[in-house]
């Protein structure tokens, strides 16, 4: 039973680690529906509607990857010193920039870990904590 486990876990691990990366196309429901979902916690900070210009979204499997920078819906940049970042702007510890690791669950995207504003990417942690898989995130 055991050896059975470990197998089964073991082609799972593999299977995943297989699937293929891809982007989805600008305008794309799955698109939309991913990007949705960051946006919910960014406006919750920003207090201001967003849209994102896109830098890197990959997918892979039930995983998927954003980096982009946030922006307000009428394609001007957000005042982040008007939000809980004006410290971080003051001391230059700030990028303007965010990221979201996803996964698909019961058919809807959720947020494992998000990040607004960081000066270090945090690969490697969610490598390692969240089990994501290293093709969908950026290279170094």
């Not at 210009?53 to 998927?64: I, K, N, P």
Request: aromatic share 10%; hydrophobic share 45%.
């Amino acid at each position: 039973m055991r050896f059975a486990l470990v197998l089964f876990l073991g082609v799972a691990v593999s299977w995943a680690a297989a699937q293929p990366v891809r982007t989805p196309k600008a305008g794309s429901a799955e698109r939309t529906s991913i990007l949705d979902a960051v946006r919910i916690p960014v406006e919750k900070v920003v207090k201001v509607k967003v849209k994102f210009e896109v830098s890197v979204l990959r997918v892979s499997g039930d995983w998927a990857f954003v980096m982009g920078r946030p922006l307000q819906r009428n394609g001007k940049p957000i005042d982040y010193t008007k939000t809980r970042y004006k410290e971080s702007i003051a001391a230059g510890a700030f990028d303007d920039g965010a990221m979201a690791l996803l996964k698909r669950e019961k058919g809807k995207w959720r947020i494992l870990d998000w990040g607004l504003g960081m000066t270090d990417f945090p690969a490697g942690d969610w490598v390692e904590k969240r089990k994501a898989p290293k093709s969908i995130l950026p290279s170094g």
